[in-house]
Every structure is written in C-alpha cells, then in structure tokens.
C-alpha cells in the first residue's frame, strides 16, 4: 500500500519536477552562452539554482551583473520560486487531504485492533450489521467491523465516528488476522450473500476453533450448511419475521416491553447473562450480594440444560452456571469486574 501511495505522488509531481529543471537548467544555458561563456557552466548553474531558492549569496557570474542579466535574473526567480511553491503546496495537500493521510489513519486503526482482545468481529456494515453495530455500541462491548466498500464504512462512522474498523474482504483470512480473529470472543457474519457468509464461517473456525460464531442466512435452507461449516447458532431473517409477527397478534404488551427496553435511552436495559467463575463456587446467591446493584433484577440461572426461574437466595452456586438478569450495561460490566476478582 505504501509503495502505491508514493508512486501516485511521484506521478503527480513529475510534470512540477520537469518544469524545474527545464528553469534551471534552461536558465543555466542562458547564463552561460549569452554571457560569452565567461563563465563555467557549472557557475551558471549554481547562478540559477541560489536564485530560485531564495539563498541569495549575490551574483556569481558576469552576465548576471549587467542590466539585462539582472533582468533575466529576475525572471528566473519568478519563473523558479512560483514552480517551487507550487510543488510544496502540492506535496502538503497530498499529505493532508490525500492518500497518505488515509495511509496513516489506516495504520493507526490496525495498531488500536492489534491491541484488542476478546472482542467481536462483525463482517459487513450494511443493514444487519449495523443493526449488530448499534447494538454492542449501546452495551458498551469491544467490536471490530470488516467491510471492503469505503462508503459502507464511511456511513459507519457517521454514526459512530470512535469505531474500529478494516477495510477489506472478510472472507479473506489475512483480512480476519488482521481483525485479530485468533483474539476474539466471538463474529458475526451478517453479508447479504449466504456463500460469502459460508465462507467466513469456514475460514474463522479454522482461524480460531474456540470462537462463537453468529451467522445470517438469507435462505433457511442454508442454516443446516452454516452450522456444520463452523456457526454456533444462524439467524433467518424470514423466521425471524414471522415469530415477530406472531408476537405481535398474541402477546402486545410484551413485544411492546421489550421494545421499550431496547430504545429507552435512558435506562438503557438488557437482558444479560454472566458466567460464574470457579472462585465463587458453593457461594449461595446471598453470598453475591446481586441486590447491592440497583439496576440489576435476577431471573433465573442456568446450569447445562437445566433452567432455574426466580431463583431463591439460598440457590448454592456452580462454576458451570450462568446467571440471567435484566440490567444495564453498566451494571453488567461492574458485575464482570467482580467476578474476575
């Protein structure tokens, strides 16, 4: 990518290049025949070369000192610091606005994503996964977002400008290494093709057996390949719909709830789940102190397939179980922290 930058640059400082050293050394000649040649040429040379920069030592050659040399002298210096400062301005607007700033913020970006860890990748910024990108931002979780379309990603950061990102083919593994697969907790793949998103699933189990992976599928009749190419769990969109629907005739008030939770901005409330780690283990619910946590309400924990609702405070803990409450994130993330002790 470097080597291209700087080529495109070299291309488009070539016509500047060759207009100074036409002055320069066009302007030497001058010096040097219609002065007689009184003077080496390489006196001429240097004549024009202290002119144009501006280094103003005097004048150097015979020719220089007579009316009309100086006349020309004085063209030359016009003529030579205007193409000069042209090229600088050219050169400053090519590091500003032009590629090799994009350079060194693409650069930046991949050493912030090459610092994170345990975090979530989400391969495509259009549609769903913006909708996944809305979500981890609310919760406050680490994410990176893959997508190889620059005005998907600019549209990404119109929303949310403090996002990491990588411009680039998801299912391309060097893309996914550099979106630091092998240290992620989990990825979605959310393309709007059913094959691209086989393959990203093929390619990140390979990549990283332990990771979660959470696939869109089009099509139901690809759920069945995506799990077995690696996807933990593979959402329709069609199924999906018609569950809402159904939701929607049979339980309103529910939905309605739900969806209040989901854009109260306020409380900002989920549904969560926290994993017991195995210091806490023959510890009751008591012992937790989960009521301390004003925004926090205890549902039920899980332990394998068994469920246990509105769970009792003397419910002895397991390091297997997982326990599944209402709150927000920032309680969840409190509650994190405490756990890892």
Known sequence: MGNSIFQSIFRRLAGVLALLLLILFGSALVYYFVGGRSDSFFDCLYMTFITITTIGYGEVTEYSMSPGGRAFTMFVALCGIGTMTYAFSMVTALIVEGNLSDSFRRRKMEKKIAQSGNHLVICSAAR????????????????????????????????????????????????????????????????DDDNRNLV????????????????????????????????????????????RMASEMTRPAVVS??????????????????????????????????????????????????????????????????????????????LQEEFKG
């Not at 057996?209 to 759920?223: D, F, G, M, V, Y």
């Not at 205890?298 to 002895?316: F, H, K, S």
Request: aromatic share 4%; net charge neutral; glycine share 6%.
């Open 128 to 191: 769903v996964g913006l909708h996944i990108v809305a979500e981890m931002a609310s919760t406050q979780r680490p994410f990176v977002v893959i997508d190889q379309s620059q005005e998907k990603i600019d549209a990404l950061l119109a929303s949310w400008p403090d996002a990491l990102y990588l411009l680039g083919d998801p299912t391309d593994n060097e893309t996914l290494l550099k979106a630091g697969i092998e240290r992620a907790s989990g990825l979605f793949a959310t393309e």
């Open 200 to 243: 990203i699933c093929l390619s990140a189990r390979h990549l990283n057996p332990s990771l979660r992976i959470i696939s869109h599928a089009r099509e139901p009749k690809n759920i069945d390949k995506m799990k077995r190419a690696g996807a933990a769990s593979v959402i329709s969109s069609e199924q999906i719909g018609g569950l």
């Open 257 to 334: 709830f739900l969806d209040l939770m989901l854009r109260d901005k306020k409380k900002n409330l989920r549904i969560e789940e926290v994993a017991i780690p195995a210091r806490l283990a023959g510890k009751t619910l008591q012992d937790l102190k989960l009521k301390r946590y004003r925004d926090l309400l205890l549902m039920a924990v899980r332990e394998g397939g068994d469920w246990i609702y509105n769970p009792e405070e003397t419910q002895t803990v397991k390091e297997s179980m997982v326990l599944i409450f209402m709150g927000t994130p920032e309680a969840r993330i409190k």
